[in-house]
């Protein structure tokens, strides 16, 4: 079955950096749409990174481009968000996602997403 289970978050100062990690099972990297979603209270789920989609680029958002960076290692099935400059405002549960149809990555449309790990909470203080 599929599976995703998100890791790496914690309590980062601004200005730092904090990596994700996604260890996906039960399917292979290269057949998905997979990516990160974020909510933090009082706001609306956002998604800040995706890769998979059939013209093989990745997405971002304006609030996190140029800071976050999204790469994935197919030889271990896990799929990293690399995180910089961290801002308060960055502070959230981050949700791994994944879907098998590969359009729904330029969409970041999170009913389209049917997989979804349980998030890891990151905290930037100020």
């Known amino acids: 079955e599929v599976q995703l289970q998100a890791f790496g978050g914690g309590l980062v100062q601004a200005g730092g950096s904090q990596r994700l990690s996604c260890a996906a099972s039960g399917f292979a990297l290269d057949d998905y749409a997979i990516g990160w979603f974020r909510q933090a209270p009082g706001k609306e789920r956002e998604g800040v990174s995706c890769?998979?989609?059939?013209?093989?680029?990745?997405y971002y958002p304006d609030s996190v481009k140029g800071r976050f960076t999204i790469s994935s290692d197919n030889a271990k099935n896990t799929v990293y968000l690399q995180m910089n400059s961290l801002k308060p405002e960055d502070t959230a549960v981050y949700y791994c996602v994944a879907d098998g149809d590969r359009s729904s990555c330029p969409k970041r449309r999170p009913n389209d997403y049917h997989y979804w790990g349980q998030g890891t909470q990151v905290t930037v203080s100020s």
């Open positions: 890769i998979g989609s059939y013209d093989g680029n990745s």
